[in-house]
């Protein structure tokens, strides 16, 4: 970063992300637009605290009675603005009913538009008055933050709305024309659990495992069904924190309109969220929602609720009658409803979909396919590939030294074309997480390091082979051990980059499933080797035996090459057969996620 954004990326932080404590005096004029204090973790769903007015209609120039109550609270912001334009700037000025307790800000170009805090102190109650402006809108709604402490803060609390005499009657959440009212919609709770029988013919159902039932303890439901110009929302799945689902123009979080469900004290939370890239989800206080309802049973977690096709005075929600990505996670959240980061890749619908069309029934991958692609690649690379070439090189030479195959020795041209095959998958497997992540991950610790230093010594192996001396140069003794060692050294690599690789959220192999499969081939694979050199051992032992009659020595050399021979083609073909079973097990595991 150069200097002058460094400064700039200094001077934002100091300015915009300075907790409560820096601002003991509540001078908070930077929260003016969002009302959110930058405390980090996400606001609380459910309001603790009340604004009420003295008067529900006003004429410019009239003078309203505030109030602002409820549990003890360190911090307050209150601002009144248009109710049919919530993101626009404060309208009206305040007077102070006590300023020991309140102090006046100046939000925009409007004086005295805002209050706050004085001190840190504990409050119950503040009083204030607003001053309606000559060119007062409509209606007027006071919004209200609140910070009971540094980690439990409620962002733009909705209060009550105020209007002029000839104010029109505002519109309710399902006129999709005009912005829709803040209320506390009711929640209520769902008697039993979601039904699966219309799925794919009345209601468009995503489902992971396919076809689960959201009874079960492991099914991940999504479903949404239309009725006229709205849409019902069920959401459920096995988690004691949080489920959340976004709808997303590409395949990469940012910029996406989130719904989240949150469990706290045994009672679920449902709001609207905005994801800005890798971010935890920043929760709306404005509730778009209707008829929310939820169940909490044995660990599974469900929430239903219903929104408006379109609601285009609010920016962040998406239309639901075009296509789009869906993802659902889940993950922990702790007291007060913060939302963790989830633990492992969200589940991702393979393309895009309209929720709002033709309904379907169809599942979803917690594993993008070039991560599939790239692990299944890999793992037939190094664990078939390279593994079987290997044991041919190494105890093959004299099996198969009077053998030839298109002009050369059988056990070389067996080597070099398993060897070449692995270098060719290799190199399109490494290839394929940087075209899904479109560079470098600084996600992924030690894994893509390992990776290209694995890549580099699998392109230097054929590069060094072609230039090898002749078997009788002096420096073949050199090739040789370099050959070995540079080839041993990769194997080592790629087996400990692939134990690394299992791990990571975007293949989400069923643990700790992978780590046993990965430590019974490295058993299987060293048993055999050893099993091989002893039995090497043995023969040469055999064949050693000091006899005084030549011919007999000759006979013993023979006998024991076709007892060697016969022994070592059964361990191959008992070792290649193992080595597709685990093969055809870990491409099976990738095909389930």
């Not at 007015?53 to 410019?60: G, L, M, Q, S």
């Not at 073949?476 to 990769?490: D, E, K, Q, Y």
């Not at 050199?533 to 011919?551: G, T």
Request: charged share 20%.
């Amino acid at each position: 970063m150069e200097l002058p954004g460094l400064a700039f990326a200094v001077w934002m932080f100091i300015c915009f992300c300075a907790s409560v404590d820096g601002y003991p005096n509540g001078k908070v004029r930077e929260a003016c637009t969002s009302m959110i204090p930058c405390h980090g973790g996400s606001p609380q769903l459910s309001p603790e605290h009340t604004i009420t007015v003295d008067e529900t209609k006003f004429k410019p120039g009239d003078n309203i009675e505030v109030h602002l109550s409820g549990p003890e609270f360190e911090g307050f912001f209150i601002q009144a603005r248009d109710a049919d334009h919530l993101d626009s700037p404060a309208v009206g000025s305040f007077v102070l009913a006590d300023r020991r307790l309140s102090q006046l800000l100046t939000c925009g170009r409007t004086k005295n538009s805002a209050v706050s805090h004085t001190s840190k102190a504990k409050k119950k109650y503040i009083k204030v008055y607003w001053i309606a402006p000559g060119d007062a809108p409509k209606r007027v709604q006071f919004l209200a933050t609140v910070v009971k402490k540094y980690r439990t803060f409620w962002v733009k609390i909705p209060g009550p709305i105020v209007s002029q005499p000839n104010a029109p009657t505002p519109t309710t959440p399902w006129g999709a024309t005009s912005e829709a009212v803040l209320t506390s919609h009711p929640v209520s709770y769902l008697s039993k659990p979601f039904n699966t029988s219309d799925c794919g013919s009345m209601k468009f159902c995503i489902r992971n495992p396919s076809n689960c039932d959201p009874e079960s303890a492991s099914c991940f439901f999504l479903s949404f069904q239309q009725e006229k110009s709205s849409v019902l929302i069920e959401m459920s799945g096995p988690s004691e924190g949080y489920l959340a689902f976004a709808l997303s123009h590409d395949q990469w979080m940012g910029g996406d309109d989130a719904y989240v469900c949150v469990s706290e004290d045994h009672r679920v939370h449902v709001s609207t969220a905005y994801l800005k890239g890798r971010s935890p989800p920043v929760l709306d206080s404005e509730n778009t929602l209707e008829d929310v309802s939820w169940r909490l049973v044995d660990g599974v977690l469900q929430c239903s609720f219903r929104r408006s096709t379109r609601l285009p005075a609010y920016k962040g929600r998406f239309d639901l009658d075009a296509s789009y990505y869906i993802f659902m996670a889940d993950g922990e959240a702790s007291d007060g409803g913060l939302i963790h980061k989830h633990r492992r890749q969200p589940l991702i619908t393979s393309g895009m979909y309209n929720v709002t069309g033709l309904p379907q029934d169809i599942g979803g991958s917690r594993s993008p396919r070039l991560i599939k692609a790239h692990g299944a690649l890999m793992f037939v690379a190094w664990v078939t590939t390279v593994s079987i070439g290997v044991i041919v090189a190494r105890f093959f030479k004299p099996v198969w030294s009077h053998s030839f195959l298109f002009g050369k020795e059988m056990w070389f041209q067996v080597h070099r074309m398993l060897m070449l095959t692995a270098v060719m998958l290799t190199s399109i497997s490494f290839v394929l997480p940087f075209i899904y992540r479109g560079g470098w991950s600084h996600q992924a610790g030690f894994h893509p390091y390992l990776g290209c230093t694995v890549m580099a010594l699998t392109i230097f192996q054929p590069l060094m082979a072609g230039f090898r001396p002749s078997r009788h140069a002096p420096r073949r003794h050199l090739f040789n051990w370099f050959h070995w060692s540079i080839g041993t050294t990769a194997r080592i690599l790629a087996v400990v980059t692939m134990f690394l690789g299992m791990d990571l959220p975007a293949l989400d192999l069923p643990d700790p499933w992978d780590t046993y499969t990965m430590i019974a081939f490295v058993a299987w694979h060293v048993g055999i080797d050893v099993l091989l050199e002893i039995h090497s051992y043995c023969l040469i032992r055999k064949v050693e035996v000091i006899e005084d009659d030549r011919v007999q020595i000759l006979q013993s050399l023979t006998s024991a090459e076709a007892e060697g021979r016969l022994f070592k083609q059964i361990v191959l073909t008992i070792y290649v057969c193992g080595n597709i079973v685990f093969l055809i097990a870990f491409l099976a595991a990738i095909n389930q996620i």
